[in-house]
């Protein structure tokens, strides 16, 4: 069973935020790193980790502006830009295992897909 743990140290203008470092562990039943390849102009794909059915962690980062999609939502989706990430943790992304996690890439140029995905 492998166990997840994330520390996050939020700082504003040098100073720490109440409340942080923020501290939180969970233990799930599997978890899949994936660093993935996507072109450009593809539409929305699932990705690799979607294949767990349940996600209850989840970090992706991108390497060009992409669109994501969570929990098979249709609407606009959430803008990544290059350089970004979301981070989730301690929630359930649980569409199932084809439509809980998909990416658009519309940058004009292959972008790469890292992270990690966890949950049941």
């Known amino acids: 069973m492998p166990t997840l743990r994330i520390?996050?140290?939020l700082d504003l203008d040098g100073q720490p935020l109440p409340g942080t470092p923020l501290v939180r562990r969970l233990e799930l039943d599997e978890a899949q790193t994936f660093d993935v390849e996507q072109a450009t102009g593809g539409g929305f794909v699932a990705i690799q980790a979607a294949a767990i059915a349940s996600i209850q962690a989840?970090?992706?980062?991108?390497?060009r502006q992409v669109t994501v999609?969570?929990?098979?939502?249709t609407d606009a989706g959430l803008v990544l830009n290059a350089g970004g990430?979301?981070?989730?943790f301690d929630a359930t992304i649980d569409a199932g295992a084809a439509t809980n996690v998909t990416v658009d890439n519309a940058s004009g140029s292959t972008a790469v897909l890292r992270g990690v995905a966890a949950g049941t």
Do not use: F, K, T, Y
């Open 69 to 73: 999609r969570l929990d098979g939502q």
């Open 7 to 9: 520390s996050v140290q």
């Open 58 to 63: 989840l970090l992706l980062r991108a390497d």
């Open 85 to 88: 990430l979301v981070l989730i």
